[in-house]
């Protein structure tokens, strides 16, 4: 960073203080909790033998049938004419499917059967659709299913759902199968095991730091840019993107989100960006904060998608770091579209 980046109390600087409330995406208490296991899963990973059990139903009735995606969310199944309840294990499940697209399959899956007779042809379909996922189930522990027609699905308390998107010859459906906190936090469970036992990160403790930026400083300036009211252009764009760090070294690039006032940071996939620092300057981190963690969980965040929740109020006050040890505290601002810092 050259001179002429950094001015005494903000002279030739015309900065806005940065507003992380206003810009950051909010993201609720159970997306977050859920991020690093439920919302991660591979369903299908646990029913190898699926198409065994479906496919001959399917040659059966003539249909040719492919799933695009499945994908776990906190999003709530649409409930309507065509929405059942089943029981796993003595839980309840909805097993749900919009109208229109109800009316679809009924029709891709016995042509003319009519409107009348839809939702017979829609429930058979739940039926062995839910009987195939238990008899394909490769999880610890068995399961016992039963199916119940007269269930009303809205009172089912439903606290996640998995989305299967799928082509029934050459329509396309979603279906949805609504889980209760059980089936919830077994699958999130589940996955949190499956992903401490591959990871490569190891299973020591770490200080997770979350790093805005960092500045290569002449040790003959450092007391200049550590000086009240001094303002610093950062040089990079005013955006939610940071480098989260283990110790003193970069591991995964993120985006800032707010978790119910707290910063959180959701990983994202890509390289790191990580700017050269000048042999015999000073490295100067720039930080929102720093958070020990155990080695299970910093395993759970090397997932893109997950999201790290701190303690650390959101806010526009950032630590400035050498050697991981605070030398003191800025204000974040924007300048001409990039991110500056006024130091306090």
């Known amino acids: 960073m050259s001179d002429q980046n950094v001015s005494p109390s903000g002279e030739g600087h015309d900065v806005e203080l940065w507003e992380p409330r206003r810009v950051l995406r909010r993201v609720n208490a159970a997306d977050a909790a859920f991020s690093c296991g439920f919302l991660r899963c591979r369903p299908e990973k646990w029913f190898p033998g699926f198409s065994n059990h479906w496919l001959p139903v399917l040659h059966a009735l003539g249909c040719d049938a492919r799933i695009n995606e499945i994908k776990p969310t906190m999003a709530k199944p649409p409930l309507g004419d065509f929405s059942f309840v089943g029981s796993i294990s003595g839980e309840r ?20 059967a009519g409107e009348t007779a839809s939702r017979i042809v829609v ?3 739940f039926r062995r659709l839910l009987a195939s996922l238990v008899l394909s189930w490769s999880g610890p522990e068995s399961a016992t299913v039963s199916f119940e027609p007269e269930a009303d699905a809205s009172a089912v308390m439903v606290e996640g759902a998995i989305k299967i998107s799928f082509v029934m010859n050459t329509a396309s ?23 401490h036992s591959m990871s490569k990160v190891g299973a020591s403790d770490g ?11 002449p040790p003959q300036m450092l007391s200049e840019y550590l000086s009240k009211g001094t303002v610093i252009d950062l040089e990079i764009a005013a955006t939610e993107s940071i480098t989260v760090k283990i110790g003193n070294k970069p591991w995964m690039p993120a985006r800032l989100v707010d978790v119910g006032g707290n910063f959180g940071c959701e990983m994202t996939p890509g390289a790191l960006a990580v700017p050269p620092v000048a042999e015999g300057a000073t490295q100067l981190s720039v930080e929102f904060g720093s958070i020990e963690l155990s080695g299970a969980k910093i395993a759970e965040l090397g997932q893109a998608g997950a999201i790290l929740v701190s303690e650390i109020p959101v806010s526009g006050t950032v630590n400035l ?18 991110f500056a810092i006024e130091v306090q």
């Not at 459906?173 to 992903?195: S, Y």
């Open 207 to 217: 200080v997770v730091r979350l790093e805005l930026s960092q500045l290569g400083v």
């Open 93 to 112: 499940v909805v097993l749900s499917i919009d109208n229109e697209g109800a009316r679809g399959l009924s029709e891709e899956l016995v042509p003319g």
């Open 173 to 195: 459906f979603t279906m949805w199968v609504g889980l209760g906190k059980k089936a919830l936090g077994m699958l999130d469970g589940l996955w949190r095991r499956q992903v």
């Open 321 to 338: 770091i050498i050697n991981q040890e605070k030398v003191g505290v800025a204000r974040l601002c924007v300048y001409e579209g990039r």
């Open 123 to 125: 429930e058979y379909f």
